[in-house]
């Protein structure tokens, strides 16, 4: 009785669909870089080159990760190398400069007495368009291929989760087979003993000839330790196999984990950036745009003495050494009003804050953690290290 319990409570285990499963994944676990090398057969060539190349894969996309990021955050600290230098003028080519932006703002200002029409979009918000006008149509490109691609990595992961928690099912099902198989042995060389024993009372005790029973205790026992025997054998290769596959799924889910989060930190910074919440939103600000744009420029022609001064101001920037004088035209009021200048210096540092944490995340999280474990391989298994710094080689020449 008491193993037909325990036969029971273990089918009611494994029917359970989420035996084996933590719980569902979320984008902090999937940040999360994972190195197992529990079931890694170091000694077998194969796995242990497709482990390292896999380290190898996740540095590479780590290191082309950052050249992207690099150039944006340069750009960002140009910005904010602009801003430092114009406050370190002296007061007096500090009031030259305010006095253009103030004329700016003045001419600006009475330019919209002539615009008798209703509004489409607000001057904030045009300004901030404007800003952004060059790179308007290849950040809502960018950003819609962002949201797509994140639901087909988002897929992917899930598919690699449920494909893991099969194996690990599996597994524990093997093992359990295996732990069967010994149980069963047991019970088999008890039952022939058993019968050994009856077999001897009744030729000693009885006098009666116990031959043909002798034989077919030996047959059915021999019988019974050979299916149990290539059961157990059977289920050792597959348990090995499954293994196997659990360490490979881990290291591609590592992989697309990277990529996930990648991709997650460049949609977060692409709504901060554009400051919209989806790429319908910022596609339907861009159209809105052009068309007021359109209207506007009917306007600004008309308004020549605007043109001149904001020529006259790009020169006295540029005068100063300032390198991207044209987004003063949009910022004046920072020129005027220290508390705006604080306000778009803000803006900066937290998109270099947000840039410098997503290099940081490919040099120091995936970059260093798989250059660290390709070297505790190393460390831990001298005689492999040529084949693996070879293998280093390879990627090293690949990649320059």
Known sequence: MGLLKKIKEWKNKISDPLYGYEGPEDDEKWGEIV??????????????NEYIRGCLEQIAEASREVDILKTEYDDVTSHLKDIEEIEALPDEERGLIAGYARQIGELKLE?????????????????????????????YQKLKEAEDYKILVKKDLKKLENEKQAYFIRRHDLKRTIDDCKTMSVVCLVAVAACVCILLI??????????????????????????????NNDSRAE????????????????????????????????????QVNSSRELGADYEEFLEERREREKYEKAEAELGDAERAFLRELRRFQIKDTMIWLHQTEALLDKREMVEIRHKYIIRRQSLRRRMDYNKEVVALNAQNEIKDIVDKYPKYAKEILDIVSEYESAYK
């Open 111 to 139: 330019q919209n007495k002539y615009q008798k029409r209703s509004r489409r979009m607000s001057d904030a918000k045009y300004r901030k368009l404007e800003r952004m006008e060059d790179e308007l149509a290849e950040g």
């Open 202 to 231: 009744l030729q000693f005790g009885f006098k009666l000839n116990t031959t043909i029973g002798y034989l077919a205790a030996a047959l059915a026992g021999a019988i019974g330790i050979t299916m149990i025997f290539i059961r």
């Open 239 to 274: 348990l090995r196999s499954v293994s196997s596959g659990i360490n490979r799924l881990i290291r591609l889910q590592n992989t697309v984990k990277i990529r996930y989060v990648n991709n997650t930190n460049l949609l977060e910074y692409l709504y901060m950036k554009y």
């Open 35 to 48: 190195y197992n090398r529990e079931d890694l057969k170091i000694s077998d060539k194969a796995s242990r």
